[in-house]
């Protein structure tokens, strides 16, 4: 199970998904100043930006842990190659769902807290955890390979016999 490099790649994609589940992954400053900061399952504003209360970003939380899951569901089916090349694709998918849904969120923030000091320049800094979805999303490409790879050399196999 641990010998093939796939069951590394899901396992790397698990500890990445898991650092930037309980990471801050952004926050936004004004003349220098840290005024809104955000995480996967809250958003906290500070100082005159704090009138504005929003909804968490919990759909960013519930991608994660989907990922994770299906991530450690694709670690133990290692025998069944096929559904766990589903599953990393699934898994893939939601990876690319919470890239999108990160992007929005940064940008509905901006444009609300925008609205609370229209005078004052805003601007908006990712946290270095933030790169791990999109790390996540190469190493799951890569584990898709090494299944495709697997399947490949198995079905060889059964050819000779």
Same mark, same amino acid.
């Given at each position: 199970?641990?010998?093939?490099i796939?069951?590394?790649y899901?396992? $790397?994609?698990v500890i !990445?998904s898991? &650092?930037c +589940?309980? %990471?801050?992954?952004g926050y936004?400053?004004?003349?220098?100043e840290?005024?809104a900061s955000?995480?996967?399952?809250?958003?906290s504003s500070?100082?005159?930006?704090?009138?504005y209360?929003?909804v968490?970003p919990?759909? $960013?939380?519930v991608? !994660?842990?989907? &990922?994770? +899951?299906? %991530?450690?569901?694709?670690?133990m089916?290692?025998?069944k190659r096929m559904?766990q090349l589903r599953?990393?694709?699934?898994?893939?998918?939601?990876l690319?769902?919470?890239?999108a849904t990160y992007?929005l969120?940064?940008y509905?923030y901006?444009?609300n807290?925008?609205?609370?000091?229209?005078s004052?320049?805003?601007s908006?800094?990712i946290?270095f955890?933030?790169?791990?979805?999109?790390l996540?999303?190469i190493l799951?490409?890569?584990a898709i390979h090494?299944?495709?790879?697997?399947?490949?050399?198995?079905?060889?196999?059964?050819?000779?016999?």
């Amino acid at each position: 199970m641990i010998q093939r490099i796939q069951t590394v790649y899901l396992l $790397l994609v698990v500890i !990445l998904s898991f &650092v930037c +589940l309980v %990471s801050q992954i952004g926050y936004y400053t004004s003349n220098d100043e840290t005024v809104a900061s955000f995480s996967n399952f809250a958003f906290s504003s500070f100082g005159a930006y704090s009138a504005y209360s929003s909804v968490g970003p919990y759909a $960013l939380g519930v991608l !994660l842990i989907i &990922v994770i +899951l299906l %991530s450690l569901l694709s670690i133990m089916l290692f025998r069944k190659r096929m559904r766990q090349l589903r599953l990393v694709i699934i898994s893939n998918i939601m990876l690319f769902g919470y890239i999108a849904t990160y992007i929005l969120f940064a940008y509905f923030y901006n444009e609300n807290l925008q609205l609370v000091q229209p005078s004052a320049p805003l601007s908006f800094h990712i946290r270095f955890a933030t790169l791990f979805p999109v790390l996540c999303f190469i190493l799951n490409g890569l584990a898709i390979h090494g299944i495709r790879k697997d399947e490949a050399l198995v079905r060889s196999l059964d050819r000779l016999r």
